[in-house]
């Protein structure tokens, strides 16, 4: 039996999986789920005082003529439900570690919560990573970053197959700087020792993390970082995680894409309609935008929605774009002499 000094603690803890305000609870139910529950047995009298303890200590509790409750908990259902659905929609985060979140979320809402037991059942058919490591990774990175200290790890890609290969036999060091979530993926941003620039590293494609006993480089060292670096403003430079020095990038597009144009970059990019139409094979009116990304990066952003936007400047990514229009315009059977605009 337990002692009865836990008795605060466990009239709580009832409150909070028993009760909501469609779900009140009496005394003598509160006592026996005491005894069901922790093998605690109590009196009304108690009840009602420790009761009022909890008030005193800031609980919200209410009560009317059916029983109390738990009126506020630490998330409202709504966000208990956003937050179930953000884990079950991670492709980085494997099935098992997705099942576990889940059932603590579950627990925050109580007995009575209701959210979608069908894609929880359905877990494994959801596109998940096989990699188990990611909290340990997430952990020892969090701790390294911290206090201003190296990793190293594995870094791997997916052979045919699908299952993870190391890219080569020896581990990468790095200095961490940033955790960032992108593309529903989970990416280190760091700098591998004996390089002067950024990379960024899927945490999903990490294995066999270890924290070295070195200092980390510092940022602002690194060329192009001097004042640190803002990572709102970075992200939406990118795309895609490519992490080349952004540029500036002028390009045509249908009027229709603002939407997307605005979901990859933000809202930090010039954008002015034009009075005749310059694309065509696409609906509505063109406009001129003018942002700032990363040219490796918005090379694939135009090979995606080419059909609807065409790059102006840098005369070098326009270069490139041709050379790989003309190449796709070869695999898909045209020509080679064909004029590709």
Not at 28 to 47: M, N, P, W
Not at 134 to 159: C, K, P, Q, S
Request: hydrophobic fraction near 40%; charge should be neutral.
């Amino acid at each position: 039996m337990e002692a009865k000094k836990l008795i605060n603690l466990r009239i709580l803890q009832v409150l909070e999986r028993y009760s909501d305000a469609d779900h009140p609870l009496t005394q003598q139910q509160i006592i026996s789920y005491l005894e069901r529950d922790f093998d605690l047995t109590c009196e009304r009298k108690a009840v009602g005082r420790n009761i009022s303890f909890l008030r005193e200590a800031d609980y919200d509790i209410s009560s009317d003529g059916r029983g109390v409750w738990l009126a506020e908990r630490r998330f409202e259902k709504s966000e208990i439900q956003m937050l179930i659905d953000s884990v079950m929609s991670s492709r980085f985060v494997d099935s098992d570690n997705t099942k576990k979140l889940i059932e603590k979320l579950r627990r925050e809402g109580g007995e009575y919560f209701g959210f979608h037991q069908k894609n929880v059942v359905n877990i494994d058919e959801w596109q998940k990573t096989p990699n188990k490591e990611l909290f340990w990774t997430i952990e020892v990175i969090d701790e390294a970053i911290e206090h201003g200290g190296m990793v190293r790890f594995f870094y791997n890609h997916y052979g045919l197959d699908k299952t993870l290969k190391k890219r080569k036999s020896d581990k990468y060091q790095a200095s961490p700087y940033h955790l960032i979530l992108r593309n529903q993926r989970y990416y280190l941003v760091a700098n591998v020792a004996g390089t002067e620039d950024l990379r960024t590293f899927r945490l999903d494609l990490i294995t066999g993390i270890e924290p070295i006993n070195r200092p980390s480089r510092e940022l602002v060292t690194l060329p192009g970082y001097e004042k640190g670096v803002k990572l709102g403003e970075l992200m939406n430079k990118l795309p895609y995680m490519f992490l080349d020095i952004p540029e500036r990038i002028v390009f045509i597009a249908k009027e229709s894409l603002i939407n997307d144009i605005i979901d990859w970059f933000g809202f930090n990019f010039d954008v002015k309609k034009l009075k005749e139409t310059v694309l065509t094979d696409a609906e509505g009116g063109d406009i001129e935008v003018a942002l700032t990304a990363s040219p490796r990066a918005i090379r694939y952003w135009f090979l995606q929605y080419g059909n609807c936007a065409r790059a102006i400047s840098p005369s070098h990514l326009v270069d490139t774009l041709k050379g790989d229009i003309a190449r796709m315009a070869k695999n898909y059977g045209f020509a080679e002499k064909s004029d590709v605009r």
